[in-house]
């Protein structure tokens, strides 16, 4: 095998999310929520505005607030010239933004509890405390910078928008939620990747915020809506955010990925056609272009040499990167590779050859191309299958 062809393998995109406890302690990260300051309004008292339906199956909240001593925002906001009683909360000083309706989280929400919340660098925080230092900006209305928050709710862990000195708003069965206490995530090297809903699953590196009570994970995510971009929860292939006391679910959203994690700049996959040498019963070429790598292709036989993936993307278009996951059976990854380009579909050029991985990264010199051929060169001593679960092409 030729060094000169030999692509830079770039592998360990994850961030690592398993840090030590003693790690997480030292830099104020906790997967326990915060304690929130007692009997605090969720708004200022200047204006209040119509009640925002409660979700079902809360106790109702007079206008004194909820049991837990939490009132509910007016749909809209209401922007107050003062703090109400208790003096605290994020409306006080008549800064309350424009969407602060919502909410607020009923005594019975299962804050006591500490639910299976994804690990990662989050910080825990209150309303009424500045953002944690190294707080990671997600998104922007007007003068208001809003972080990527997560907090329990209801046996799960609900993702959503953080406010400076605020609260995490978040979405949930309709309404917009409304937690005083919660984390952020913190870091700066995440990059946003651009994708158009709905999708059947996060692509990999996508960055966990929560947990539904089913188990079902939850990621960060982004989208404009109104004036603002407001940071929210990948949930049932949807930006799910809170806006104006109201559960938004968005289609075309950005997704929060792990730091150095390749950004796949040909998103749109839906166009593209998937071929093979060869396929097993039960899966299909275009499985590894559904955003899904539970779902894959499988060539149905232990690897000889020879077996063969192809896409034709429609078009050309100038590319630099090949991302493989082989899915969720390890070891079904190409014992060794041969990735090739072409323009017209009949003559391929080779422009990286390697060993294999469970997830291989393959970066090249910039090329155009319209089709990718990656040929499987090598013999599984175990007699393995190749597969894919997930196929990404980058222009960068």
Same mark, same amino acid.
């Given at each position: ?171 949930? &069965?309709? !309404?917009? #939620? ?5 984390? +952020?995530?913190? /870091? $700066?090297?995440? =990059?946003? *990747? ?105 060539? &149905?036989? !232990?690897? #000889? ?5 192809? +896409?034709?993307? /429609? $078009?050309?278009? =100038?590319? *630099? ?76």
């Amino acid at each position: 095998m030729k060094e000169s062809r030999r692509a830079v393998m770039v592998m360990g995109w994850s961030f690592g999310w398993s840090l030590g406890l003693a790690a997480m302690q030292a830099l104020g990260c906790s997967l326990s929520p915060g304690a929130g300051p007692a009997g605090g309004d969720q708004v200022g008292a200047g204006v209040r505005g119509q009640d925002a339906v409660v979700t079902a199956g809360d106790p109702p909240a007079g206008e004194g607030g909820s049991t837990s001593g939490e009132g509910i925002g007016g749909t809209g906001g209401a922007t107050g010239s003062g703090g109400s009683a208790g003096g605290g909360g994020w409306g006080a000083g008549g800064n309350t933004p424009a969407d602060a309706g919502g909410v607020a989280a009923p005594a019975d929400a299962g804050n006591d509890e500490v639910p299976l919340a994804p690990p990662g660098p989050w910080a825990a925080t209150a309303a009424g405390s500045a953002p944690p230092i190294g707080a990671f900006p997600a998104g922007q209305e007007g003068t208001t910078t809003f972080y990527a928050c997560r907090a329990p709710f209801k046996g799960g862990v609900q993702g959503g928008k953080g406010f400076p000195t605020g609260n995490c708003n978040f979405g949930y &069965g309709g !309404a917009e #939620v409304v937690e005083p206490s919660y984390e +952020v995530l913190v /870091g $700066a090297l995440f =990059t946003w *990747q651009p994708t158009v809903g709905p999708i059947l699953r996060a692509p990999p590196h996508a960055v966990p915020s929560g947990r539904e009570v089913s188990g079902i994970l939850q990621y960060v995510c982004r989208a404009s809506y109104m004036t603002g971009i407001h940071p929210g929860k990948m949930v049932k292939g949807a930006c799910s955010i809170g806006y104006g006391g109201s559960e938004v679910g968005l289609s075309s959203f950005d997704l929060l990925l792990d730091p150095g994690a390749p950004v796949d700049n040909l998103r749109d996959r839906g166009t593209w056609k998937a071929t093979a040498s060869s396929t097993s019963a039960n899966t299909a070429p275009e499985n590894a272009l559904d955003d899904d790598n539970a779902t894959r292709w499988s060539s &149905g036989h !232990a690897q #000889v040499g020879g077996e063969w993936f192809g +896409v034709d993307m /429609g $078009a050309p278009a =100038t590319i *630099q990167r090949v991302i493989l996951d082989a899915g969720n059976v390890p070891g079904d990854f190409p014992t060794k590779f041969d990735l090739a380009t072409s323009l017209d579909g009949a003559a391929f050029t080779s422009v990286a050859t390697g060993p294999g991985a469970q997830v291989l990264n393959v970066i090249f010199a910039p090329t155009s191309a319209r089709y990718v051929k990656i040929t499987q060169t090598g013999q599984s001593n175990q007699g393995k299958w190749w597969a894919i679960g997930d196929l990404a092409i980058s222009d960068q």
